[in-house]
Structures are given as C-alpha cells and as structure tokens.
C-alpha cells in the first residue's frame, strides 16, 4: 500500500487542475500543518488522487482520497511528473523533424568524410585508435607528415577528424537506435538521452570549421591572411591564428549547417525538460517536507496502521477504482464508511489504533463481497458489449454502408463509451438488454445471402491456379479475377450446350425420328440461339457478380476458409507501428495458434513482404496458395477479392491486446 500519513478531513476528489487557489476543504486540512502559511495549489488530478501545494516556496504533497500528507515519493513521484512538464509541453512531431534533420545532415557529410578519411589513411582500425598513423600509407598525406613546419598541424588534423567523426558517426548510430523505441506515450521518458546525442551530432560540423586539413570556411574574409607568416618556419605556424594553419587538404565536408542550426535548437529544447533524477528530487523533498509536519509519536501510531492497511490495500484499491467507474449505492456507502473510519481515526489525534484497526476488519470483507458481486456484473456486461462489438464488425463487413448496421453501431458505442466511463449499475439491466437486442440483430444482418460469394467458392479451384500463375500484380491479378470467373461460366454453358445437342437435335435427326424439314430445322436452330445468349448472359452475369465480389463479399466466407485452413497470416501495413497495433497482433496470434494453425507475420507495403529496405511478392504467394490473410491497415475494412483469402482490418478495430479483431476471429 502507498504509505500515506493519514489525516482529518474528507475524501473530497479535486478534478484536473493547476495552479490557483486551495478550495476551502483542502484549506482546513492543511491548516493545523502550516498555520498561517499560504497554501497555492499548484496541481490536482482525481485519478492520480494526488494534489500539489506550495508553501512557502516548497512543495507538499496531499493525497485526496481521503485527504492524507504524502510521506513517500514513489508515491507522488508520477504527480510531480505529470506538474513538472505541464509548463514545458513538447509535440512529438519535434521528434520526428529532429529525426529528419539528423537523417539529412547525415547523409550530406558522408561522400565528403568518406574522401578525407581515405586521403588521411583514417581506415576503421585507426579510426577507434584516434592515430595518425594511417596517414603513412598514403603518399601525399606521409609526405606532409613528414614536413617540419606543417607535420604537428597534420597530425593535430587527422587526430581531430577522427575523434570528430566518431562522436558524430557514433551519436547518430546511437540516437537511431533509441529512436526505434519512442512513441507518443513514452517520448518523455527518452527525451533527455536523445537530446545528449543529438547535441553531440550538431556540434561536430562547428567542430571541424578550423580543423586544418580543410579550407576556410565559405564566409571568411581573405583580407584576414594579411596576419599570417609568409615563409613560416618549423615550429612557428601553431603561434599563428587558425586561419593561417589551414593547410587545404581534404575538400570541406558538404555540411548543411542550417540543419545542424535546427538540430542544435532542438536538442537544447528537450534538454530544457525535466529529467527522472530532477522529478524524484522534488518528490523527496515534498516527502521530507510532510514528515517534518508529524509529531514522532503520530509517526508511530501511523506507521502501525500502515502495516495493518497493507493487508486490504489491494481490495480497497480495486473496489475504489471499480467504484470510480460503476456507481453503486453499497459499494459507495461502504467505502464512504472507511473513509469516514480514517478520518475518527485522525480526529482522535491517532489515539485509538486498536478500535479503528477493529472497525475497518469488519468492513473489509464487506466492501470484498460487494467488489466481487459488482466486478463480476460489470465485466459480463463488457464481454457482452464487446461480443456485440465483434457481432458489429462482421454485418459492417458483409455490408459495407447500411444504415441498420450504422445505426447499431452508433448505439453499441455509446454503450460502450458509458461502460469504459461512468455508469451507473442501477441501469445494468436495461444495458444489457439493449446489447443482447443488438448482438441478434447484428448477427442476422452478418450472413447476407451473396452470390458473390457463391461464385467465389465454386469458381476458386478453377480461377485461383490461374491467377497464381500470371506474372502481374496482384491488383491486376484481382482485376483479371472476373474474367476467368466468366470464362468457366462460358466452358460451363458450351458443355451444357454440346450435351444438349448430343441428346436432342443429333440424337433425333440421326435416327431419323424428325423429319428434317424447313420449319423443324428453323425451330431448333431458334432453340439454339437461344440457348447461345443464355449461355453468353450467364456468363456475363458471372463477371457482374464476380466484379462485384472485389468490392466486398460477406465476412463468413473468410471465417469458413479461416477454421478449415491448417495455416494463416497476419500482414501489418508498415506504416501501422504503435504499440496498441502489435498488443492486437500479439492477441489475435495467440488464439489462432491456440486453435493449432500456423501463423506467419509479415509487414505489409504495397501489397508486399517488406523486410527492412526489400521486398517480396510473399503477399501474392499466399494468396495464390488460399491462405487466409488478416491485412492491418490504415485504409477501409472489408473481406474482398475474387483472388485469395483477404480480410482487411482498419486500425481502429485492431489496436490493444482486446481488439475486436481478435474477438471476431477467435
């Protein structure tokens, strides 16, 4: 349990706040504390349950719930955070243009390091030395090291320009490497180690402007060369201004030194932002600061209830975080009794220990029994609403713009919105009513007839050996689908055709059983004609509705193909990299291996295998052998195509470990 020093007063809750003035509640708690002191309050958060006041220039820490001095700075630690960064807010889209600039700035300098590396002999094995002695294996680089008067400001050179280009190859290496773990909800936690290197990385190409091995730089005034020696001699050019030592060596490195401008300002402003070490240090003062205002006999008194409280912190934490969800009248009355138990407990200036430790022993396991009764018709409504969730995706699936399945959807979201906010548990049941109404009716409106779908699965082994086959793309493959589709309808109608005439026309004019004519002959030759357009219009048909089948085609078609396959695939577009999105894959992975298939994740891009900065047509592979494939993406979701088995996910209902997706195709 949070080591919180316990006081009078209520368990008011404080909304997100900042700083203005203590509410009159928070005032006459502080008051026996700090007298006549002001109090500011400085923050407040009801979920973090913590508020932050100043005092006289310091921090204290008030936890709200009920209002208690906070004595441990891992408990406040987060709160502090949380106030510490309000004032210095930072987009993380400054992440990603940090990033760029350093991508750009990198790039530019490479040809130029790369050719003054090789003039100096600075090969990998002197470049971790920092040595010069590479240098000896290049003529015209020994011959100057050789020279008397410019060999010391060679060797200064190249040792320079190593050291240089290992903090700057080194940083950026570094800084990529971070870079990969940083998202939106942890680019705080990162910021100051990034900053660290891509500081060091802009500081480099000032570094070098008098490194002299190169030229001056493009703005400097040859007027200046007046000041130098005109026949120096050994060991009297490093008395010389820098200028006056640059022996143009090497080309100067193409740096673009607005961007090192734009990286440099970055990096100063994440370093400007508050560091772990800095938070915890105020937190630890605040703590300090809350136990000074306990006598050492309270002290005592609070640090025996403390250890007893240890032993029902779990079960008040979750029946007050459940209760901060569901409003419930016996759960409420329960923990406004404990809380009022605290607080006599307080007011008697922590004297009766033994009755108090008694009182809340007998509300312990009352608050229990009601948690659990609560928390267990709570989560049956969640694994209700998210049933009729995943109900919702497969009719929004098999028909793609109705009206019934958006309107359902509405409310089955703002059902769902109620839930994940406040509710009340006095309206379980009509809630669960209303979902129970929609999971019916969302599930009638996910098996639509289709006789795309028909088409699909009776045309497939002739179609799909075709198509896997061609050399194109699999958009023209997709294309072509139909055209197949009707090419058999048409091999189809013509056998039908032929047996026909086998049995009719041939058979009864061979025999001579009719006789053959001028009014006999124009009738079967109507009859046939006939039966060549029916044939034609079948197979017309056929490409309408197989065409159609590339726009959408019921949700259950891809469900049958998915429980009878041994194998399946999971394809994320590469654009799609959040956390929320792999939680999703993690789960839906788990259960179809849990149903013994076969799983294999690709990252998809442009309908293709992407493996860092290649690709493979691995997409078209799995498609071609009827593989089922669960394609997360950015775009529209739908089961479509006349080739393959693809169901394409939208984000949305693919993001944390209980995606909906993952529900639908458990």
Same mark, same amino acid.
């Given at each position: 349990?949070?080591?919180?020093?316990?006081?009078?007063?209520?368990?008011?809750?404080?909304?997100?706040?900042?700083?203005?003035?203590?509410?009159?509640?928070?005032?006459?708690?502080?008051?026996?504390?700090?007298?006549?002191?002001?109090?500011?309050?400085?923050?407040?958060?009801?979920?973090?349950?913590?508020?932050?006041?100043?005092?006289?220039?310091?921090?204290?820490?008030?936890?709200?719930?009920?209002?208690?001095?906070?004595?441990?700075?891992?408990?406040?630690? !987060?709160?502090?955070?949380?106030?510490?960064?309000?004032?210095?807010?930072?987009?993380?889209?400054?992440?990603?243009?940090?990033?760029?600039?350093?991508?750009?700035?990198?790039?530019?300098?490479r040809l130029g390091f790369a050719t003054c590396l090789t003039y100096t002999g600075l090969t990998s094995s002197y470049?971790?030395?920092?040595?010069?002695?590479?240098?000896?294996?290049?003529?015209?680089?020994?011959?100057?090291?050789?020279?008397?008067?410019?060999?010391?400001?060679?060797?200064?050179?190249?040792?320079?320009?190593?050291?240089?280009?290992?903090?700057?190859?080194?940083?950026?290496?570094?800084?990529?490497?971070?870079?990969?773990?940083?998202?939106?909800?942890?680019?705080?936690?990162?910021?100051?180690?990034?900053?660290?290197?891509?500081?060091?990385?802009?500081?480099?190409?000032?570094?070098?402007?008098?490194?002299?091995?190169?030229?001056?730089?493009?703005?400097?005034?040859?007027?200046?060369?007046?000041?130098?020696?005109?026949?120096?001699?050994?060991?009297?050019?490093?008395?010389?201004?820098?200028?006056?030592?640059?022996?143009?060596?090497?080309?100067?490195?193409?740096?673009?030194?607005?961007?090192?401008?734009?990286?440099?300002?970055?990096?100063?402003?994440?370093?400007?932002?508050p560091t772990n070490s800095s938070i915890n240090a105020t937190a630890s003062a605040a703590a300090s600061l809350a136990?000074?205002?306990?006598?050492?006999?309270?002290?005592?008194?609070?640090?025996?209830?403390?250890?007893?409280?240890?032993?029902?912190?779990?079960?008040?934490?979750?029946?007050?975080?459940?209760?901060?969800?569901?409003?419930?009248?016996?759960?409420?009355?329960?923990?406004?009794?404990?809380?009022?138990?605290?607080?006599?407990?307080?007011?008697?200036?922590? !004297?009766?220990?033994?009755?108090?430790?008694?009182?809340?022993?007998?509300?312990?396991?009352?608050?229990?029994?009601?948690?659990?009764?609560?928390?267990?018709?709570?989560?049956?409504?969640?694994?209700?609403?998210?049933?009729?969730?995943?109900?919702?995706?497969?009719?929004?699936?098999?028909?793609?713009?109705?009206?019934?399945?958006?309107?359902?959807?509405?409310?089955?979201?703002?059902?769902?919105?109620?839930?994940?906010?406040?509710?009340?548990?006095?309206?379980?049941?009509?809630?669960?009513?209303?979902?129970?109404?929609?999971?019916?009716?969302?599930?009638?409106?996910?098996?639509?007839?289709?006789?795309?779908?028909?088409?699909?699965?009776?045309?497939?082994?002739?179609?799909?050996?075709?198509?896997?086959?061609?050399?194109?793309?699999?958009?023209?493959?997709v294309a072509s689908a139909p055209v197949y589709a009707a090419l058999l309808s048409v091999i189809i109608g013509s056998?039908?055709?032929?047996?026909?005439?086998?049995?009719?026309?041939?058979?009864?004019?061979?025999?001579?059983?009719?006789?053959?004519?001028?009014?006999?002959?124009?009738?079967?030759?109507?009859?046939?004609?006939?039966?060549?357009?029916?044939?034609?219009?079948?197979?017309?048909?056929?490409?309408?509705?197989?065409?159609?089948?590339?726009?959408?085609?019921?949700?259950?078609?891809?469900?049958?193909?998915?429980?009878?396959?041994?194998?399946?695939?999971?394809?994320?577009?590469?654009?799609?990299?959040?956390?929320?999105?792999?939680?999703?894959?993690?789960?839906?992975?788990?259960?179809?291996?849990?149903?013994?298939?076969?799983?294999?994740?690709?990252?998809?891009?442009?309908?293709?295998?992407?493996?860092?900065?290649?690709?493979?047509?691995?997409?078209? !592979?799995?498609?071609?052998?009827?593989?089922?494939?669960?394609?997360?993406?950015?775009?529209?979701?739908?089961?479509?195509?006349?080739?393959?088995?693809?169901?394409?996910?939208?984000?949305?209902?693919?993001?944390?470990?209980?995606?909906?997706?993952?529900?639908?195709?458990?």
């Amino acid at each position: 349990m949070q080591k919180f020093v316990f006081v009078v007063m209520a368990a008011a809750f404080v909304s997100m706040g900042f700083a203005g003035s203590v509410n009159s509640s928070l005032s006459s708690f502080l008051h026996p504390f700090i007298g006549n002191s002001t109090a500011t309050l400085a923050y407040s958060n009801a979920t973090q349950g913590i508020a932050i006041v100043q005092v006289n220039g310091n921090y204290l820490a008030v936890s709200l719930h009920p209002y208690a001095l906070v004595t441990n700075s891992v408990a406040s630690f !987060q709160a502090f955070r949380t106030f510490m960064f309000q004032n210095k807010s930072l987009n993380f889209s400054l992440i990603g243009n940090l990033s760029s600039k350093m991508g750009s700035l990198y790039a530019s300098s490479r040809l130029g390091f790369a050719t003054c590396l090789t003039y100096t002999g600075l090969t990998s094995s002197y470049l971790s030395q920092n040595s010069s002695k590479g240098c000896l294996s290049v003529a015209t680089c020994s011959a100057r090291l050789a020279n008397a008067t410019i060999g010391p400001i060679m060797q200064e050179g190249i040792v320079n320009l190593s050291k240089n280009y290992n903090i700057f190859n080194n940083s950026y290496g570094s800084f990529n490497s971070m870079i990969s773990n940083v998202n939106r909800q942890n680019y705080y936690s990162y910021a100051g180690e990034l900053a660290g290197y891509a500081g060091s990385f802009a500081n480099v190409p000032y570094a070098l402007l008098h490194n002299p091995l190169f030229s001056p730089p493009g703005n400097f005034s040859a007027s200046l060369y007046k000041n130098c020696p005109t026949f120096p001699t050994a060991g009297t050019l490093q008395n010389f201004p820098w200028y006056c030592q640059m022996l143009r060596y090497c080309q100067n490195v193409a740096f673009n030194y607005t961007n090192a401008s734009t990286v440099k300002s970055i990096a100063q402003q994440l370093q400007a932002l508050p560091t772990n070490s800095s938070i915890n240090a105020t937190a630890s003062a605040a703590a300090s600061l809350a136990s000074s205002y306990i006598s050492t006999a309270g002290k005592g008194n609070l640090t025996l209830f403390n250890e007893f409280m240890n032993g029902s912190s779990d079960t008040i934490s979750a029946a007050k975080a459940l209760g901060a969800k569901v409003s419930d009248a016996t759960l409420s009355s329960l923990l406004s009794r404990l809380n009022s138990t605290i607080e006599g407990f307080a007011q008697s200036n922590y !004297q009766n220990l033994t009755a108090t430790e008694r009182s809340i022993s007998a509300l312990v396991p009352k608050i229990h029994a009601a948690y659990a009764n609560l928390s267990a018709q709570y989560d049956s409504l969640l694994n209700l609403s998210a049933s009729a969730q995943s109900s919702l995706l497969a009719a929004q699936l098999s028909n793609p713009g109705s009206a019934d399945v958006q309107r359902l959807a509405s409310l089955a979201g703002n059902i769902s919105t109620e839930l994940n906010t406040h509710v009340s548990s006095a309206g379980f049941s009509g809630i669960r009513a209303n979902l129970t109404s929609i999971q019916s009716s969302a599930v009638s409106l996910g098996a639509p007839l289709s006789l795309a779908a028909f088409i699909k699965s009776a045309d497939s082994w002739f179609t799909t050996p075709i198509l896997a086959g061609m050399e194109e793309d699999i958009d023209a493959k997709v294309a072509s689908a139909p055209v197949y589709a009707a090419l058999l309808s048409v091999i189809i109608g013509s056998i039908a055709l032929l047996v026909f005439y086998r049995l009719t026309y041939h058979r009864l004019f061979k025999g001579k059983k009719v006789k053959p004519d001028k009014h006999v002959r124009n009738a079967w030759n109507a009859v046939f004609v006939i039966a060549i357009i029916a044939v034609i219009t079948y197979a017309a048909a056929t490409y309408v509705v197989a065409a159609s089948a590339n726009s959408s085609l019921p949700i259950q078609g891809f469900l049958s193909r998915l429980g009878s396959s041994s194998s399946a695939v999971i394809a994320v577009d590469s654009s799609l990299s959040s956390n929320a999105v792999q939680q999703c894959v993690s789960t839906l992975k788990s259960g179809l291996e849990s149903n013994g298939k076969l799983v294999t994740y690709v990252t998809e891009k442009n309908m293709a295998c992407s493996f860092g900065n290649s690709t493979s047509d691995c997409i078209d !592979q799995f498609m071609g052998a009827g593989i089922p494939i669960v394609l997360i993406t950015n775009g529209s979701s739908s089961y479509r195509g006349m080739y393959g088995y693809v169901l394409y996910a939208n984000e949305s209902y693919s993001s944390g470990a209980s995606c909906t997706l993952s529900k639908l195709l458990k």
